[in-house]
C-alpha cells in the first residue's frame, strides 16, 4: 500500500463483516507485521489481527476511496460503548486495568482501541479525519468519558523510566477516575523523580498518538501495564469531554488540527 497521488478521504461507522475484515487486515499490517504483535487470535495466514471483542464494536474506517475498490481502508478505530462492552463481557482495557473508578463515576463512557493508521498516511491529514469521525460518535452517542489502552513499543521498561515518569507527575488522573492496572506485568509508572527527568528527551520518546491526547486534555491511569503479547508496554489514557480545551476543540471542529 501506498499513499495515493492525491487522497479522496471519507470515513464511516460500521459493523459490517466485510468491514471488520478489512479493519482486521490493516490492523495486521500494523500491529503484527510492523511492530511485531502477536495473539491467539491472530489469523497469519489470512494476515488478520483480530479478537472476541470486534464482533460487538462499532468500527471507525478511515477509507481513501482514490485507492482500489478492496484496499481503500487505511485508518480504523474500534470503540465500544458500556452497551456494547457489556454485551461482549466487559471492556477490553479490563484485562490490564481495574476500571472501577470509571463505573462508579455513573458517566457515559467510550472505550478506544486498536486505532492505527496505516505508515503512508501518517503525519498528514489522515488522522484529523479521523478524529472527526470520532468526535461526531461522540457527540450523537453523549459521551462524557472516553478512555483506552495507549502504547509504547517494546518491552524495556527501565528504557522507558523518563517518559513513564513525567506522564504519572504531569497528567496522573484525579483520584475519582484514576484506574490502576492488575496482574503481575503491572509497573508503578512513578519510577524517577521528577527534578531528576530530562523533559526534553521524555517528551520527545512520548509516541505521537499519546501525546495528542495529552494536548486534548487527557489524563493517564496511576500504572503502566507490560503486553508481551502485543510487545507493548500500556498505558491507560482517559479523556472527559468537558475539560478538552476550548481552543483545540474548536480547531478540530473547523479541520485545523493535526495532532
Known amino acids: 500500500m501506498t499513499l495515493s497521488p492525491h487522497p479522496d478521504f471519507e470515513t464511516r461507522v460500521t459493523c459490517a463483516p466485510h468491514d471488520i475484515r478489512a479493519a482486521q487486515r490493516l490492523r495486521y499490517d500494523v500491529f503484527v507485521a510492523e511492530l511485531g504483535a502477536d495473539g491467539p487470535m491472530v489469523d497469519h495466514t489470512a494476515r488478520l489481527e483480530r479478537d472476541g471483542f470486534d464482533d460487538h464494536a462499532a468500527h471507525i474506517l478511515l477509507l481513501d476511496k482514490a485507492r482500489p475498490e478492496d484496499d481503500q481502508v487505511v485508518g480504523v478505530y474500534r470503540v465500544l460503548t458500556a452497551k456494547m462492552a457489556q454485551a461482549a463481557g466487559g471492556f477490553y482495557c479490563e484485562a490490564e486495568y481495574d476500571l472501577t473508578p470509571l463505573y462508579q463515576s455513573g458517566r457515559r463512557l467510550l472505550e478506544l482501541g486498536r486505532s492505527c493508521l496505516h505508515r503512508d498516511y501518517r503525519g498528514g491529514a489522515g488522522m484529523l479525519h479521523l478524529w472527526q469521525a470520532l468526535a461526531g460518535y461522540v457527540d450523537t452517542h453523549q ?108 480547531i478540530l471542529a473547523k479541520g485545523g488540527w493535526r495532532g
Open 143 to 250: 459521551i462524557d468519558v472516553l478512555f483506552g489502552v495507549a502504547s509504547f513499543h517494546g518491552t524495556d521498561v527501565q528504557g522507558l523510566a523518563a517518559p513513564l515518569s513525567h506522564l504519572h507527575h504531569k497528567y496522573l488522573a484525579p483520584k475519582a477516575l484514576c484506574v490502576t492496572a492488575k496482574g503481575p506485568t503491572a509497573i508503578g509508572m512513578d519510577m524517577q523523580p521528577p527534578e531528576t527527568i530530562d523533559r526534553i528527551a521524555a517528551v520527545r520518546d512520548i509516541p505521537a498518538l499519546i501525546k495528542a491526547y495529552l494536548r486534548l486534555g487527557g489524563k493517564v491511569g496511576a500504572d503502566a501495564f507490560v503486553d508481551h503479547a502485543f510487545n507493548t508496554v500500556d498505558i491507560c489514557l482517559i479523556l472527559e469531554k468537558d475539560t478538552i480545551d476550548g481552543l483545540q476543540r474548536a
